[in-house]
């Protein structure tokens, strides 16, 4: 099975999931938890995109966008991950962020039930900026000198944006 077969049997299956979903045809706990987000990136879709959209297609927006930072330094806001994060990673009851990889965490719900990895949290922070005020200890550590490196708002050059 070539790759491309290999990623549309994956968005069925995915696609399938959600449409099932609302028919109950599965028992609750066997589908992924979804943690809600914080609040709306737009009024119309809720998410950047429409929801339908982004949860098939999410990894090209993300990976393009790093592209066209990376090798062509233009930067926006809509697809950047840190913004996924400041707004789809919240705190539970008692202030604790579920770290990457724990499936409370908006990122890994769906990937750890599909099986999906990604190595994006090993560079970039999987809590929001504000959270490491609370727990500047806990702040993940990168090599020194890239303390802020995946910050968002400081480039590895150390300009400001
Ligand atoms: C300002 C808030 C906000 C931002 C920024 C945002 N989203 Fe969303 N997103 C939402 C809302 C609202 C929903 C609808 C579901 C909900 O209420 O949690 C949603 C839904 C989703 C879903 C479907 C979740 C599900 O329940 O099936 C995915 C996947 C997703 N977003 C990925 C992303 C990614 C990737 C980014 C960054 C490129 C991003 N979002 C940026 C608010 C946001
Ligand atoms: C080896 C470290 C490293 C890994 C792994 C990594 N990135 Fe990045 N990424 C960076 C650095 C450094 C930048 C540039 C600084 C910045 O903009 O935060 C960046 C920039 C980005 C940007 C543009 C900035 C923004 O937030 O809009 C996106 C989007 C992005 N990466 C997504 C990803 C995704 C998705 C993955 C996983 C598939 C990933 N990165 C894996 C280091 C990494
Ligand atoms: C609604 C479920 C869902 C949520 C939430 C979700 N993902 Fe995904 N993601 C998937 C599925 C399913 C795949 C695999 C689909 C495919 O390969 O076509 C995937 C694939 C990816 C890939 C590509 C992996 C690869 O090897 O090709 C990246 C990168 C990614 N997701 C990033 C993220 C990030 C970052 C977040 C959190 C901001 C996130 N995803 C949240 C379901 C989700």
């Known amino acids: 099975m070539s790759v491309g077969q290999h990623k549309r049997k994956l968005k069925l299956l995915l696609a399938g999931l959600f449409l099932t979903l609302p028919l109950g045809l599965f028992a609750a706990g066997d589908l992924p938890q979804v943690p809600k987000a914080k609040a709306k990136a737009t009024a119309e879709y809720g998410c950047v995109n429409p929801v339908s959209d982004m949860r098939k297609n999410h990894m090209e927006y993300l990976l393009h966008q ?25 705190a539970d009851d008692n202030g604790k962020y579920a770290k990457f990889g724990e499936s409370k965490h908006f990122c890994s719900s769906c990937h750890n039930y599909a099986a999906v990895t990604i190595d994006c949290f090993q560079c970039h922070n999987d809590k929001p900026e504000s959270a490491y005020q609370s727990e500047s200890s806990n702040r993940q550590s990168l090599p020194e000198g890239h303390e802020k490196f995946a910050s968002n708002d400081v480039l590895p050059s150390g300009d400001s944006k």
């Open 66 to 90: 790093r592209d066209e930072t990376m090798h062509k330094g233009i930067r926006t806001k809509k697809y950047s991950l840190a913004e996924c994060v400041e707004c789809h990673v919240s």
